[in-house]
Every structure is written in structure tokens, then in C-alpha cells.
């Protein structure tokens, strides 16, 4: 391609995308495809001969966009919300454009300084603490990581490299493979699959432990659990606290788990993934009570911080032993400053990594910490709108207490009557919502996901879902 086209098909696309997201809200949200629909529209084989970048503009109504679940509708309430915003979009252009690969400074210095740097930055805006830190001067430091499921894969796996040196220090007849067969990480049974799934790749037991009536862990579980797992002759190693839980948005007592992990010597580590962008916000800090005990922390922007995904912005105290726990030193990958600077691939599982600091660095500056705050204090409100709203129906309850962008909600009743609910209001696809399941108490999850959501929008949903119980009912009179 000549640059004049591609000047030509990036203005080309600026002008679709910009269409696409300002009328987004005239799309039906959910897709009515079937599978397989695609093979039929295009060919069975690659072209052999170039086609006009026209070709292509003119088949992403005809191939693509039948099949998209619009993420960014205002009428999109599944799932929890993951981030757009324009200056993101051109942040990525120049990153595809620059397209290295900063495993190690070297790389390309600019990649890994400006993570660093724009860590730090949001760090502040959340208020960590100044351990985590690199411009503390001390041993902390930021990475981007691609998702919180990475996190807390590479939290884990740090933690299990430093507790095999501390117990071969007192035990140097054991083996590797004893210790880690005695390994025991912990975390709520309401934390996210990734959770139990780090404990899975790591390799080690990982106990789901019950929470109470309002689905937070508390640390006296989580010190009876390790009490029982110590008199079997067990190691804990690692937990998990969570602060926004997927089901509902509850949030684990890290404050309580952090004093019982910190007396017992086991790594804390948290996972915000959600919730964590609400804490720019000074009221919503009180959430994350007890952050100074905790070993590294994890959000995503990428949920709900106007970043586009991958961005999963993780903090550690001490990186020494993520660093050492995955430090392989190929001569190829040596350089000069090594020591004096990170090299981000000793913090993460692959070698490659993206450009993504430049995102952060866009979003930061062209919204401003305060546009960002409105941004969530927005949602919040809508969320709080919303839960007003189920309410003043008196068929409907709410399940779980609405602190920030979720509302967990109910017919009164039985839960096939929900799950009929639900099939409903998917299926008409005006709006799309996801359930969960606590308790075997089947419930329907509404998430204020969209930059574009508005009041009306709220009302319009709610208007929506209504329409669906009336039909419920209705059905059930005849
Ligand atoms: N943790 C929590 C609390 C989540 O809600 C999610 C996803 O919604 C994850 C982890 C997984 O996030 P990721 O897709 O970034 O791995």
C-alpha cells in the first residue's frame, strides 16, 4: 500500500468508526447470526491479486457487523464494562506504527520508560502506597500486564518462587517438589475463575473459602483456613483478595485478610479489576482499605478507565522475586543497562509486549484526572438511578448492595421464573444483560457499561425489561 492511499483508508476508517460509535445506540446490541453465517460471505480462499482498500471498507457492514455484540451500546449491561475512548484508538495507531517489541529497555527505551512513568502517575491518582512506587526510590514499581488473570498468574508464581527459597532455607533436605506438593494459596469462592486458575497452571492447592452474607471474604476465615492447612503439615503461601467480585461487586475485607496474611507470611495480592479505576476517586477509596499490607495489586483500565483492552495496569512492592522466578538470560537478550532500568520481560510470562503505556499516557492527558472522576461518578450515579428504579417495582428485588456500576436484581420468585426473564430479554435483543448465581439464588446482573450511557438510557432499559416481566406474567395468568 502507498502512503497516499493509506492516508486515503485511514480517513476513510476515522469517518466509519466515528459513524459506528456516535450511532451506536441505533444498532440492535446483540447479533441474530447463526453459526457458521460468515463462511457464505466470503470467499473459500486468500485473493491472489490485490483488491482496492474500498473492497474492504465496503464489507465490514456486509461481514462484520452482523456478527458484532455492540460492547459499547449504552443498551450493552452484560458482563462487567471494558474501555473505549477516541484518544486511546489513535494512542494504539502510533503504537502499531512505532510496532516494537519492548522485552528490555534497549528494545526501545521509550516503551519501557514511559510505563514506568505513567505507572507511577496513576498510582498517585489511586492513592497506593508510595511501596509500590518506582519514583519512591525504593524497590517497587509498576507493569502493564495484558489482563488481571496474568496478574494474578505472575503474582502467584512470584510468591511460590519466594516461598520455596524461604522454606529451603530452614529445610535444605527438601526438594523443590516436596515444598511445592505442601504449597496451599487462598482465595474467596467468589473471586474470578482466573483466581483458581493461576492455582491450577501454578501448580499448587488452591482453597475457594466461603464468604459471608454479604460475599466478602473475611480474614478470620482466611485464618482459620491457614491454621487447618498449617496443622497438616501444609505451607501457605498465597491469597487473593478481591475487591469487586464479578457475580455481584462485593468486596473481600482486605484490611482483615491483610493482617492475618502479613502475621502468617503469605504474599497478598489484590485483584480490582473492575472496581480499581473507581478508586481515582477519593470516596470510593474506602473500598480498598487495608491496600498497605497487601504484596502487588491489579486493575484494568481496559474495564473501565477509557483505555481500549489490553491494559491491566499491576503494582508490586518487591518485583525481586517475579523478577528471579522467570529470569532466563539468553546473550541475545543481554545488554549494557541491564540493572539500572527494568526489563518488563523478567515481570510478565511472554518475551513480547506492545507499546501500551502510550494509551494510558493519551487518555491521561486529553481527559484529565477530573474528566476521568466524572466519568466514573457518572456511572455510578446511573447505576444508583437504575437500583431507584427496581425498586418502585415491588415484583423485583435487589440482591446485592449496588456500591459502584453493578446492580444485582430479581423477579421475586422462583429462578426459573428469572432465568425465563432473561431468555426474554436477550432473545428480543433490545438490551443484553447476563445472569449469576449465588447461592443457587439465580439472579440477573445489569452492568452500566457504555462511555455514551445517559439517564435515558437507564430509563429505556429499565422501560425494556418491564415490558419482559409483564410478558412473563402475563404467560403465566393464561
Ligand atoms: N478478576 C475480576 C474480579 C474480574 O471481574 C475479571 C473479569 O471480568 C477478571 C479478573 C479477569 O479479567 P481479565 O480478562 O483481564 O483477565
Known sequence: MDPDSFKDFAREMTEYITNYLENIRERRVLPTVEPGYMKPLLPSEAPQTPESWKDIMGDIERVIMPGVTHWHSPKFHAYFPTAQS?????????????????????????????EVIMLDWLGKMLDLPKEFLACSGGKGGGVIQ????????????????????????QHPEWTDNEIVGKLVAYGSCQAHSSVERAGLLGGVKFRLLDVDSKYKLRGETLAEAIRKDKEQGLIPFYAVATLGTTCSCAFDRLDEMGVVANRENVWLHVDAAYAGSAFICPEFRYLMKGIELADSFNFNPHKWMLVTFDCSTMWLKDPTYVINAFNVDPLY????MQGSVPDYRHWQIPLGRRFRALKLWFVLRIY?????????????????????????DSRFEIVAEVILGLICF???????INEALLKKINGAGIIHL?????????????????????????????????????????????
Not at 95 to 113: H, K, L, N, Q, V
Open 86 to 114: 477516541y484518544p486511546a484508538i489513535v494512542a494504539d495507531m502510533l503504537s502499531d506504527a512505532i510496532a516494537c517489541i519492548g522485552f528490555t529497555w534497549i528494545a526501545s527505551p521509550a516503551c519501557t520508560e514511559l
Open 146 to 169: 495484558g489482563t488481571a488473570s496474568e496478574a494474578t498468574l505472575v503474582a502467584l508464581l512470584g510468591a511460590k518462587a519466594k516461598k520455596v527459597r524461604q522454606v529451603k532455607e
Open 333 to 336: 537478550l543481554k545488554h549494557d
Open 368 to 392: 484529565g484526572v477530573e474528566n476521568l472522576q466524572r466519568f466514573i461518578r457518572n456511572h455510578v450515579s446511573q447505576a444508583h438511578e437504575f437500583e431507584a428504579l427496581v425498586q418502585s
Open 410 to 416: 430479581r423477579l421475586k420468585g422462583s429462578n426459573d
Open 434 to 478: 447476563v445472569p449469576s448465581k449465588i447461592n443457587d439464588v439465580y439472579f440477573l446482573r445489569f452492568a452500566i457499561c457504555s462511555r455514551f450511557s445517559e439517564s435515558k438510557d437507564i430509563q429505556n432499559s429499565w422501560k425494556e425489561i418491564k415490558l419482559r416481566a409483564d410478558e412473563i406474567f402475563e404467560e403465566q395468568s393464561v
